[in-house]
């Protein structure tokens, strides 16, 4: 059982562990709005180094236990700030997204705040809405690791 859930700033030593993460095909399922190829580290790397030259995206790690489980970020996306976070499978279901979530929220004080997830993805959908969010709507949008269009839910924090 986890007994600490904390973040830090995100570092060059995590990218790989962060990728790999990423590559899990049932994450990157649950996830549906992922990267074309999951694999493909030069794209990951790239993508890395344009978010994290963003001033207005504040990257972070999850840590269970002091060991690096996921990441979460807030960026501004069309003028809205918004949320994103990536568990590590191995932890799914002991609360460690949503101890995360709780604690980017008292350092991001931006309200509203906007996040995503596809609408079949219930335990992100519960993390988020245990968290204060609220459904506003729903999206289709082109899901990479499904390779189709799928429902997402907008979720907002006000």
Do not use: C
Request: net charge negative; proline share 3%; aromatic share 6%.
């Amino acid at each position: 059982m986890i007994s600490q859930v904390t973040l830090r700033g995100l570092e060059d030593a995590d990218l790989d562990v962060l990728f790999e993460f990423m590559r899990d095909p049932e994450s990157v399922r649950m996830a549906a709005f992922t990267a074309e190829d999951p694999n493909d580290r030069g794209a990951f790397d790239a993508h890395m180094r344009k978010i994290r030259a963003n001033p207005e995206t504040l990257n972070q790690v999850i840590l269970a236990d002091g060991v690096v489980v996921g990441s979460i970020a807030s960026f501004v996306m069309e003028g809205d700030t918004e949320i994103t976070y990536w568990v590590d499978r191995e932890v799914w279901g002991q609360g460690v997204a949503g101890r995360a979530v709780a604690l980017l929220l008292e350092q991001v004080t931006v309200r509203p705040l906007h996040a995503r997830v596809a609408s079949d993805n219930t335990a992100s959908m519960r993390v988020l809405t245990r968290a204060g969010f609220k459904p506003v709507g729903t999206d289709v949008g082109w899901a990479a690791a499904r390779k189709a269009e799928i429902e997402e839910t907008i979720l907002v924090l006000s």
